[in-house]
């Protein structure tokens, strides 16, 4: 009888949930069941073959707590990626759980010690749901995620500047909890696939933005454009979406500064219903789709330049492929909190920021305060002609000296993001923890 092993995501882009997949994809041997909501569940839908079972909740904190409660009861243990609620449900109903997560350095504890977030687990009441979420109420979101490691029996930390300290930090504070650092949380058999087919190279050009040459390599197509998941607490595609707007308004004047891109693919979570499609201009393609996790790391891997949200998911997924991408424009505070910490690497340098556009730009300090005054930010450049044309020609600037790296460049650059995101192999860290 297999191991039945129940994995939720936080809904919060596509990171959580794609690292989900890639942990889900070293468990062939157990009868996996994906339960969430939102785009989590939109992901795991896309890429239902990584799963035996998908459930879906439309309402988790009212209609669908009971599914919830009846697969928990039904399960052998739980892997949770960033989901704070699904580790104290898994508390309360008595089942072993695993946290993972791929951000453990971005969580702020502002109101709370550590010291006092371990003891509020210590006391948390296991009689129902709503006491123990009701103990931790006065506890902030990233504060949450923090008790979770303390409440989980494991928890897998991806390795990123400043985990280590991190971890000293919950170390000195007494937390419990066993706590295992981990490499790249990516789906390793889906690279190894792509790795496959014969990728295009990318050197440096021969003009300016405006000039350019012919697209070289020989991939479908000559320019990836990711935006990742992009819908989170308060993003979405048909609200506060001031950002996938302004990138809408931006790709038909990238195909007249950049004549070389003739076949551009656009990709994320946006691209699933009205914004998806081909459309052709002047002789040149452009394709929106939201592909499954296995049919983009294709085109990543053959794809000679790139344009990526700067999620680590993502990141993680070009270097492993030998592929340097370019940042884009942070969306939301995480994307901020990456970019800074990368600022030493060659992407991070070379990453295009809103401060770009507006010199002198202060965020808050503050995931939803931060991710607020993005969104604004990139409202007030879409509604402002003289900013969009600051925009667009700081991003040209960055994209020509991102073409003019040369392949040793490109591969420097590529080294010294693996050294520093490199950590124990994630296959044999799930093993030790979660064994047939």
């Given at each position: ?18 690292v ?16 969430g ?51 104290l ?13 791929c ?33 931790l ?17 494991h ?55 405006v ?7 020989g ?39 950049w ?12 691209y ?25 790391l ?23 492929l ?53 969104a ?36 420097g ?24």
């Amino acid at each position: 009888m297999r191991t039945r092993t129940l994995m939720g995501a936080q809904n919060c882009g596509f990171g959580p949930a794609s690292v989900l997949v890639a942990v889900s994809r070293l468990l062939s041997g157990h009868e996996r069941v994906f339960v969430g909501d939102g785009i989590a569940a939109e992901f795991a839908r896309r890429n239902a073959a990584a799963f035996d079972g998908v459930h879906e909740l439309t309402d988790p904190y009212g209609n669908g707590a009971a599914l919830l409660d009846r697969l928990l009861a039904n399960s052998d243990q739980v892997v949770s990626v960033m989901d704070a609620d699904l580790v104290l449900r898994s508390v309360v109903a008595r089942r072993p759980v695993v946290l993972v997560d791929c951000l453990f350095g971005f969580w702020q504890h502002h109101r709370h010690s550590l010291a006092r977030i371990r003891d509020l687990c210590a006391t948390v009441p296991r009689a129902s749901f709503a006491a123990a979420r009701g103990h931790l109420a006065g506890l902030s979101p990233h504060e949450r995620v923090l008790a979770a490691h303390v409440l989980a029996d494991h928890s897998v930390v991806q390795n990123f500047p400043g985990i280590s300290r991190r971890m000293a930090e919950f170390t000195e504070a007494g937390a419990e909890g066993v706590m295992h650092l981990t490499g790249p949380l990516v789906d390793l058999g889906g690279l190894k696939n792509a790795r496959e087919g014969e990728p295009a190279t990318g050197g440096a050009v021969s003009g300016g933005a405006v000039t350019g040459g012919p697209a070289t390599g020989g991939g479908d197509y000559d320019l990836l454009i990711n935006t990742g998941g992009f819908k989170n607490f308060l993003l979405d595609f048909e609200a506060n979406n001031d950002y996938l707007r302004l990138i809408d308004r931006w790709i038909p004047d990238l195909l007249t500064d950049w004549p070389r891109f003739t076949r551009v693919l656009v990709c994320g979570g946006p691209y699933a219903g009205c914004r998806g499609g081909a459309h052709r201009s002047s002789g040149r393609w452009i394709d929106r789709r939201f592909l499954p996790q296995r049919e983009l790391l294709p085109q990543v891997a053959r794809t000679p330049h790139s344009l990526i949200a700067p999620g680590l998911s993502a990141l993680n997924e070009a270097t492993l492929l030998d592929r340097l991408p370019l940042g884009l424009h942070e969306q939301h505070y995480a994307h901020t909190f990456t970019i800074r910490n990368l600022a030493d690497t060659l992407f991070g340098r070379q990453a295009a920021r809103f401060a770009d556009v507006l010199p002198g730009l202060v965020l808050p300090e503050d995931d939803y305060a931060g991710t607020e005054a993005l969104a604004s930010t990139a409202g007030r450049i879409l509604k402002d002609d003289d900013l969009y044309a600051r925009f667009r020609r700081t991003l040209n600037e960055r994209i020509e000296q991102y073409l003019f790296l040369t392949p040793e460049q490109r591969r420097g650059g590529v080294a010294e993001l693996r050294r520093v995101l490199d950590g124990p192999p994630a296959p044999s860290v799930i093993a030790s923890i979660l064994t047939v």
